[in-house]
């Protein structure tokens, strides 16, 4: 688009040379215009491209920055998510050691309330087999 409006500007110009040749001076200083004017649009074009290439290198940026910040993001969620499931198994690992423990402990208790009762089972059959003999 730029490249053909610079070739139709060059067209003209050099359309306005021919005439101001066959016409003398009073064309000479409409080609003076002519040529300020494609100057003008010369450099308009230039800051334009100049403003497009800041606004990609802005939008580049900008793009990086918030793709950063959700990496960030997504580290951060990931170590919360860690460390909540170490506590919970955790908290779960000592409620299955409490448990262990109090069922270790009515099992002693069990075997202290029995172990007369079995001690004179034995004595009793260890003698019964003694008597038989």
Same mark, same amino acid.
């Given at each position: 688009?730029?490249?053909?409006?610079?070739?139709?500007?060059?067209?003209?110009?050099?359309?306005?040379?021919?005439?101001?040749?066959?016409?003398?001076?009073?064309?000479?200083?409409?080609?003076?215009?002519?040529?300020?004017?494609?100057?003008?649009?010369?450099?308009? *074009?230039?800051?334009?491209?100049?403003?497009?290439? %800041?606004?990609?290198?802005?939008?580049?940026?900008?793009?990086?920055?918030?793709?950063?910040?959700?990496?960030?993001?997504?580290?951060?969620?990931?170590?919360?998510?860690?460390?909540?499931?170490?506590?919970? =198994?955790? $908290? #779960?690992?000592?409620?299955?050691?409490?448990?262990?423990?109090?069922?270790?402990?009515?099992?002693? #208790?069990?075997?202290?309330? %029995?172990? =007369?009762?079995? *001690?004179?089972? *034995?004595?009793?059959? *260890?003698?019964?087999?003694?008597? $038989?003999?």
């Amino acid at each position: 688009m730029v490249s053909a409006f610079l070739t139709r500007t060059i067209q003209i110009s050099e359309w306005v040379a021919a005439m101001a040749s066959e016409h003398g001076s009073a064309n000479e200083n409409l080609l003076e215009q002519l040529a300020t004017t494609e100057h003008q649009l010369e450099q308009q *074009v230039a800051r334009a491209r100049d403003e497009a290439q %800041r606004l990609v290198d802005d939008a580049r940026r900008k793009a990086d920055a918030e793709r950063q910040a959700a990496r960030r993001e997504a580290e951060e969620l990931t170590a919360r998510a860690r460390a909540d499931i170490a506590r919970e =198994s955790e $908290t #779960v690992t000592s409620q299955r050691l409490a448990e262990a423990h109090a069922e270790a402990q009515r099992v002693r #208790v069990q075997a202290a309330e %029995r172990m =007369s009762a079995a *001690v004179t089972l *034995v004595v009793d059959r *260890v003698l019964a087999g003694l008597e $038989t003999r």
